[in-house]
């Protein structure tokens, strides 16, 4: 995709030209997404679109897919019936895609500059058009002695293996999909060689007839669950009190006029009575959409996401084990004064990476199991953690690998005090104690980094710094 770009970028202006326009990058993700897919999105963007191939790289946005379907959809209904949109009523987003189907439902809050409110929790399946092509190919493979063709699924989207001969046919029966409106029948081409059953009726010198009742068939599976999914989205908004006034289709299963009339026809059948619409390119909408978003057309312009420009993390004595502490460069095992354990000290596990994305709305929160031992002799015993923080590109595993000129490294302290009872657990000579340390990064608000020792919930030491 980098390459698409920045080959298009040199065909569409000048190499120079190419070199000084600033870039923005929107990344869609469906709604629903947290923290960890986000991460890994934006990863793959950064490793894709470097800074030697785009210099002018300015800033990165996210948008929710079924926003930006509806950002782009109400600016069309603008320009054609400005008086359609009435504030306070509630639209379901139906993003059918050739794998999932997602949806969504909004409520306007206003109408230009666009603003909505999320009232339901975003629903979605793999009910999307591959069901129809999964359904096709069953049929055909029942008809047939011969056709080397694979049911096998790949990955989570609705997805499947296409062979060879699976991609001819599928080729020549998207038009058909594609066109269908509930009456037409369409004669296939079947390639040379492909024995059809005797009994199998419609089929004559190579050509299969496919009668609108079987292509109907071909869309059950998909048409079902989407009207479903449209209905529990609906349903869940009336639960909460709100009113579902229209239903915005886009994706690229939507510009099937059958399955846009069946919806219809669902949505007339409706005691709510909805309109139900899309955009006159519905393939496009989502990217056109997040295209309008980050340019602040229509909709207030998003904030931008941020780098993590350092390495956080922790470090704490392990148990020592030859597998994973031992060889060669490593240090050898240290006898704890506490409970005698042989201990690999300073190993450090790092809780947000270089380079990780920092989100504008909601700061990266990870959190880290400790087990830390006291001394069992009365004493006030302390037990010490330390916070990592560096900006080297590749994170060690040791704390003695992080210069403490260059890298910061404040201990935090936890006494056995400030423990409560039912939290220690006595051990012979000494007392352990189950703990969190929790690391937050953000940018929004006072110091970027946080990081808390808790137990039970409440916070035993603190420690803050900026980015």
Known sequence: ????????????????????????????HPAEWGYEPLNRLYRAAMGAFHKQMFPTLRNVYFVPEPEACALFTVQQLIRSK??????????????????????????????????ISRVSPGTGANCGA?????????????I???LNILDDEVGTGGHFLLTPERKTLLNRFDPFK????????????????????????????????????????????????????????????????EVVTKVFMSGGLSQSEYLFRRVQDWARNNPSEMEV?????????????????????????????????RHYGIAASEIWSQWRHGGKDKKKPIKDQVHGRKMAVGQITWLVRKGDVILPDKPIKMIQPVTCAFKDDGSS???????????????????????????????????????????????????????????????????????????????????????
């Open 277 to 309: 619409t899309r955009p006159e390119e519905c393939w496009t909408a989502v990217t056109q959409g997040s295209v309008l978003r980050v340019m602040g057309l229509g909709a207030s312009q998003p904030t931008a996401a941020k780098e993590c420009p």
């Open 178 to 241: 594609h066109q269908f409106t509930g009456g037409e029948t369409n004669i296939l081409t079947l390639a040379s060689g492909i024995q059809v059953k005797p009994e199998t009726p419609g089929f004559k010198n190579g050509l299969l007839t496919i009668d609108p009742d079987r292509m109907k068939g071909f869309f059950d599976e998909s048409l079902n669950g989407t009207l479903r999914l449209i209905a529990k989205q609906v349903e869940g908004a009336t639960v909460r009190g």
């Open 1 to 28: 995709m980098s390459r698409i770009v920045n080959v298009t970028l040199k065909e569409k202006s000048s190499a120079l030209i190419a070199g000084e326009i600033p870039l923005d990058i929107a990344l869609t």
């Open 82 to 115: 400005e008086d359609s949109l009435i504030p306070g009523e509630c639209f379901v987003i139906c993003d059918a895609g050739g794998g999932t189907v997602d949806l969504a439902t909004y409520r306007i809050d206003k109408i230009n500059p666009l603003e």
């Open 144 to 146: 047939t002695t011969n």
């Open 130 to 142: 591959t069901l129809i092509d999964r359904a096709f190919v069953r049929w055909l493979k029942s």
């Open 381 to 467: 015993s302390t037990a010490r953690i330390t916070f990592c923080a560096t900006t080297m590109a590749e994170a060690p595993t040791t704390l003695n690998q992080l210069p403490e000129v260059s890298n910061e490294l404040p201990v935090l302290e936890v006494k056995l005090d400030d423990l409560p009872s039912s939290y220690r657990k006595k051990r012979s000579g000494y007392i352990k104690a189950l703990m969190d340390v929790e690391i937050r990064v953000g940018y929004n608000n006072g110091k970027g980094v946080q990081v808390r020792v808790l137990c039970d919930g409440r916070e035993k030491a603190e420690y803050s710094t900026n980015l």
